[in-house]
T-cell receptor, first 114, second 113 residues
Framework: DTEVTQTPKHLVMGMTNKKSLKCEQH?????MYWYKQKAKKPPELMFV???????INESVPSRFSPECPNSSLLNLHLHALQPEDSALYLC?????????????FGPGTRLTVT | GENVEQHPSTLSVQEGDSAVIKCTYS??????FPWYKQELGKGPQLIID?????GEKKDQRIAVTLNKTAKHFSLHITETQPEDSAVYFC????????????FGTGTRLKVLA
């Protein structure tokens, strides 16, 4: 099973709202990723967690706050977003050891900021 | 910085014909090269990958070739079908350190019935 699940599927929020995106995997993967994808563009890396610790922050604005409560879960907390933050937010996971480099993506959360 | 060039940006083929998408990478430390298919409204799906110690890999109608000297790798789809229509992304990955994926810009493939 190579399934990564994400909730919600769609989210509409105002610029003053606080919301959270959730991601879950049960493959025992130790690295988890958040990507942002704009239309007709490749995924753009935001954050990487490795063994539940934040290992990469690609200079993402502080209105995006990641959290990794345990090895299976990844959250992205959203606050005071801007309309330009509207995009597809993708979660991915990877084994990251034993020579396994495949990343598996979830279906994404389509975020619209009004 | 590291980058991956991907061509063409759009590709239309008749059903049953072959399609080829090419990528060129810059980072010599890249040793793993996955290909993803992304259908409308869905997340990217890993369809095939290749490692730097292999020159070619095939899985049914899909094949990937790698020329590490020239830093080129390509996706070949034979006997295309309408359900192959999607956006395809290549990526180059260094297999040490961060394992950060460097994605190509994507190719929109349309298979015409």
């Amino acid at each position: 099973d190579t399934e990564v699940t994400q909730t919600p599927k769609h989210l509409v929020m105002g610029m003053t709202n606080k919301k959270s995106l959730k991601c879950e995997q049960h493959m025992g993967h130790r690295a988890m990723y958040w990507y942002k994808q704009k239309a007709k563009k490749p995924p753009e890396l935001m954050f990487v967690y490795s063994y539940e610790k934040l290992s990469i922050n690609e200079s993402v604005p502080s209105r995006f706050s990641p959290e990794c409560p345990n090895s299976s879960l990844l959250n992205l907390h959203l606050h005071a977003l801007q309309p330009e933050d509207s995009a597809l937010y993708l979660c991915a996971s990877m084994q990251s050891d034993r020579g396994s480099y495949e990343q598996y993506f979830g279906p994404g959360t389509r975020l619209t900021v009004t | 910085g590291e980058n991956v060039e991907q061509h063409p940006s759009t590709l239309s083929v008749q059903e049953g014909d072959s399609a080829v998408i090419k990528c060129t990478y810059s980072d010599s430390a890249s040793n793993y090269f996955p290909w993803y298919k992304q259908e409308l409204g869905k997340g990217p799906q890993l369809i095939i990958d290749i490692r730097s110690n292999v020159g070619e890999k095939k899985d049914q109608r899909i094949a990937v070739t790698l020329n590490k000297t020239a830093k080129h790798f390509s996706l070949h789809i034979t006997e295309t079908q309408p359900e192959d229509s999607a956006v395809y992304f290549c990526a180059a990955v260094p297999t040490s350190g961060t394992y950060k994926y460097i994605f190509g810009t994507g190719t929109r493939l349309k298979v015409l019935a």
